[in-house]
């Protein structure tokens, strides 16, 4: 085990960016519920599935944009420029939409499904930059744990003001999230100092997505392809919760209080996970027990679900997998970033964690769509197998995701009479 003694400057710059996300995801709560209420008002619940599909042709775009910033100006400046940007088309939405332009609840629901991830990635890379491992294994739990305070109170305010102050008036209190967002940002830079590139990677001289590192590297393409199959998983355990909540509570109120309840129980068995079982977890545990034991757990509780497919195990397996995702599934995740470059953490992580994360979930959900048009109904027990499928090529995946990490933190013991 390594002791760790953390400076005060890291600790400050930790519960800086740690604050940051907690206004940011206040924020993304009024954006995501009243986004999604503004687009169903304007076009209607059935096509939605549309809106979602632009969700990553407007990601790529603006990953492009921000790895073609960083090129220019640096992280910092980047992740600053994004809140103004994020701010500015808030403002152009409201005004839009006040003005009764349709298209401007579509352009807010599609540009409020990616703003969130960019900037959330930004802030991960920071934290991947300044930490060393050790160090990373018993803060990013408290780190997220300190940021699930946003969307609690928020969810909060959004249930109690929506009807007061107008749904559009919720946009406006988004924008006003963002500046202390960006204040708390540019102090945890200021205090821990700007992670900058090595010299072949200055300025984007690898492109500025350096996509090239994919082939380099053998972590990333794993990473790559664990975030896109636990994608799967919840989709597949979303639809199967939802399709038994729909069958179960018929009528909208008593759903509605169900579904509340579920998430209140869910962000509060993720918050014990991330100040109390994630820190313990990665200090004691290789990472490679970890990201085993993750999709193990998930496959155990698609087995049960597919035996006793009714609400309750419903429940239990989708809180399951929200609860380690927003938890220990992350954070051990960030841990593999750390020894890797500059580029790795800053672009390639965009295109893993943000774009794949969100295509992924896109596809999957798209393709079951497609699925239930072409055959008229897919039963609910094919969503829990497509989960469990899932959970068993996840499980597949940490062993090679793994196997760079065990090297580089357990490195062979020379031979006594050393080299031949």
């Known amino acids: 085990m390594t002791e760790t003694n953390f400076s005060r400057k890291t600790l400050l710059a930790m519960a800086a960016i740690s604050f940051a996300a907690t206004f940011l995801v206040f924020g993304y709560e009024f954006i995501r519920s009243a ?33 073609r910033l960083l090129s220019r100006v640096g992280a910092k400046r980047a992740l600053l420029a994004s809140y103004a940007v994020t701010a500015l088309l808030f403002l152009l939405c409201y005004a839009e939409i006040k003005a009764g332009r ?59 003001l929506a009807e007061s102050i107008g749904t559009e008036q919720l946009i406006l209190l988004a924008v006003a999230a963002l500046v202390p967002a960006a204040v708390l940002s540019a102090l945890s830079y200021a205090t821990a100092g700007e992670p900058q590139p090595s010299r072949e990677e200055w300025g984007g001289l690898q492109g500025h997505l350096h996509l090239k590192l994919f082939g380099r590297s053998r972590t990333l393409p794993c990473l790559m392809a664990v975030v896109a199959v636990a994608q799967v ?19 909208v109120d008593a759903r509605t209080a169900y579904l509340g309840g579920f998430w209140s129980a869910t962000n509060m068995v993720a918050s014990g996970l991330q100040f109390l079982v ?30 006793v497919p009714t609400l309750p195990m419903a429940s239990v397996s989708f809180a399951l997998f929200k609860s380690f995702d927003y938890s220990i599934f992350r954070a051990a995740r960030e841990v593999l970033y750390i020894p890797l470059s500059y580029d790795a953490r800053y672009r390639a992580k965009q295109v893993i964690d943000a774009f794949t994360y969100r295509f992924s979930m896109g596809a999957t959900g798209g393709t079951l769509s497609l699925a239930t048009a072409a055959l008229g109904t897919v039963p609910g027990t094919a969503y829990t197998a497509l989960a469990w499928i899932g959970a068993l090529a996840w499980a597949g995946l940490a062993l090679p995701l793994t196997r760079e990490e ?5 490195p062979p013991v020379p031979s006594p009479s050393g080299p031949a």
């Open 35 to 67: 986004s999604a209420s503004l687009f169903i008002q304007a076009f209607g619940s059935a096509r939605l599935p549309y809106a979602m599909t632009g969700v990553p042709v407007v990601l790529a775009v603006l990953i492009y944009g921000y790895a």
């Open 102 to 160: 349709a298209w401007a609840t579509a352009l807010l629901y599609i540009f409020g499904q990616a703003y969130i991830v960019v900037i959330v990635e930004q802030y991960w890379a920071f934290i991947d930059s300044t930490l060393q491992p050790a160090e990373a294994k018993l803060l990013n739990g408290p780190i997220i744990g300190g940021a699930s305070i946003g969307p609690i109170v928020g969810g909060y305010l959004v249930h109690r």
């Open 233 to 251: 998983v919840s989709t597949a355990l979303s639809l199967r919760f939802y399709g038994l909540a729909e069958a179960t509570l018929p009528t």
């Open 278 to 307: 994630t820190p313990a977890a990665l200090r004691w545990l290789p990472l490679r027990a970890i990201h085993l034991t993750i999709p193990a757990i998930h496959l155990a509780s698609c087995a049960v679900l597919l035996w």
């Open 406 to 410: 065990s090297k580089m933190y357990n």
